[in-house]
């Protein structure tokens, strides 16, 4: 069976469902974090986007088979257990963001270079899905910066705000 898509390509979705399954695993720490630190609408905000990491792996997963390409998983990296501070967390997840824009435009360089147009469409949704992920994680790490340790609770008055 002949994939539609080149080896070099498929071996890098298929390190990149790793990362997307990477972040689930973080983003699921986090929210334990806020969880832990009573702060109900950060967790609930952190849980989704882990459950969002989940679906974009997904989203691969059936792209590579679609495409007849093989599925090979590789190992996932355990992700940082505990952080010190909610502006930590939250930092640790617009880096993780920035990560995986720069992860996504790899992807779309190969797709580019191959002159796979199938590809770059499908890669296209992540490309506009990062630039929405990083503005979100750098509004809630300048919102927490702001609050301060001590006010934390106006960050959950913020986000309270939001899903009205």
């Not at 990477?22 to 459950?51: D, W």
């Not at 952080?83 to 880096?95: G, P």
């Not at 296209?124 to 899905?129: A, D, L, V």
Request: hydrophobic share 50%; proline share 1%; charged share 20%.
């Amino acid at each position: 069976m002949n994939s539609l898509i080149s080896t070099k390509l498929a071996d890098a979705i298929n390190q990149q469902i790793a990362n997307e399954l990477g972040a689930n695993l973080q983003y699921i720490s986090i929210a334990g974090h806020f969880h832990n630190a009573k702060l109900t609408l950060l967790e609930k905000l952190f849980f989704a986007q882990a459950a969002e990491e989940n679906v974009h792996a997904l989203k691969f997963v059936h792209y590579l088979l679609d495409t007849q390409a093989g599925l090979v998983i590789p190992a996932i990296a355990a992700p940082k257990a505990a952080f010190a501070s909610a502006e930590e967390a939250a930092a640790a997840a617009l880096k993780w963001e920035r990560e995986v824009t720069a992860q996504i435009t790899a992807l779309m360089n190969i797709a580019v270079a191959d002159n796979d147009y199938l590809s770059q469409d499908f890669l296209q949704w992540y490309i506009n899905e990062q630039l929405e992920e990083i503005n979100k994680m750098e509004r809630i790490l300048d919102v927490i910066r702001r609050a301060g340790d001590r006010n934390l609770l106006m960050v959950e008055a913020y986000l309270a705000h939001l899903e009205v």
